[in-house]
């Protein structure tokens, strides 16, 4: 046996060696070098606003007209502008409900209308009659000066809760500046004279005047009940403006079916809600 390791050894001492000089029972460990990645695609610039569009708008209210209904609605009215800030916080707002009036000895309005001149407009919220100078008003020795009229569907003004078809509203001013509006509650009823000369020359687009082919018979415009109510209010429309006289005719007047429903094609809609009394006192004529 041991004749036989010694002829072994011999035997494998005379092979010979690899180049490397590494035994042929050497295991040799290679590391696998991995694959060097594809450099990725730099990323694009992103372009100057894309956060911002991909995020919702904020709502706001700039650029908003006021308007009777939606984001411009009366709810939403003072603020809208700084100059409207009244139709928010002011104390004596108007239209309001006429309950329980204080019936005294009130001095009559004194009517000095005449047949006039006049254009109508459809200023976009209603249809307006601008009356040519001549026609005025006296209430408690002033003078106040017919500027023009505008018609409200359904009425602004409320007697003990009622809401009437329509209200035309009789726009004054004094010489200080200062107004006195006369407000008009419809009924549907026989058809208004008056009303339907107005009618007759509405304008074919907003915002244009056009001169009426005839006179308008002011004198005809009211009920023959001259008694009214009366209360400091303000502008029933932006800015809202306070210091006001409102003299409420207690006897409505009428427009039939057809004339009610001419304006309402135009203005279904075009009454502010009621505001509150907050303490003010109703004066009505016996």
């Given amino acids: 046996m041991e004749q036989l390791r010694q002829r072994l050894a011999g035997t494998l001492s005379r092979q010979a060696l690899p180049d490397d000089g590494a035994s042929p029972y050497d295991i040799k460990v290679v590391a696998r070098t991995q694959p060097t990645p594809a450099p990725r695609p730099a990323a694009r610039p992103r372009a100057a606003g894309a956060a911002a569009s991909a995020l919702p708008a904020r709502a706001s209210l700039a650029g908003v007209l006021w308007s009777y209904q939606g984001d411009g609605g009366p709810a939403a009215w003072a603020s809208l502008n700084p100059e409207f800030r009244l139709c928010g916080k002011g104390q004596r707002q108007s239209p309001v409900d006429i309950r329980g009036g204080l019936a005294v000895d009130l ?32 209430i408690g020795g002033q003078r106040f000066e017919l500027q023009h009229i505008q018609f409200r569907r359904p009425s602004e003004e409320r007697i003990d809760g009622r809401q009437f078809e329509m209200s035309a509203h009789l726009v004054h001013r004094d010489a200080e500046g200062k107004l006195a509006v006369v407000a008009l509650l419809i009924d549907r009823g026989p058809a208004h004279p008056v009303v339907q000369t107005v009618w007759n020359n509405l304008p074919l687009e907003q915002g244009e005047e056009v001169p009426a082919r005839a006179a308008l018979g002011l004198p005809m415009l009211l009920p023959d009940d001259r008694r009214y109510y009366t209360y400091m209010g303000s502008l029933t429309t932006p800015p809202c403006s306070e210091d006001v006289r409102w003299i409420v005719m207690r006897q409505p ?25 907050a303490g003010r006192r109703i004066l009505q004529s016996q």
């Fill in 253 to 277: 007047v009428t427009m039939s079916a057809e004339q009610i429903e001419l304006f309402a094609r135009i203005y279904p809609m075009n009454a502010r809600p009621i505001q509150q009394l």
């Fill in 107 to 138: 001095e009559p309005v004194k009517f000095a209308y005449t047949d006039s001149r006049f254009g109508v407009i459809d200023t976009g919220r209603t249809v307006q009659a601008n009356i040519a100078a001549g026609s005025h008003i006296e």
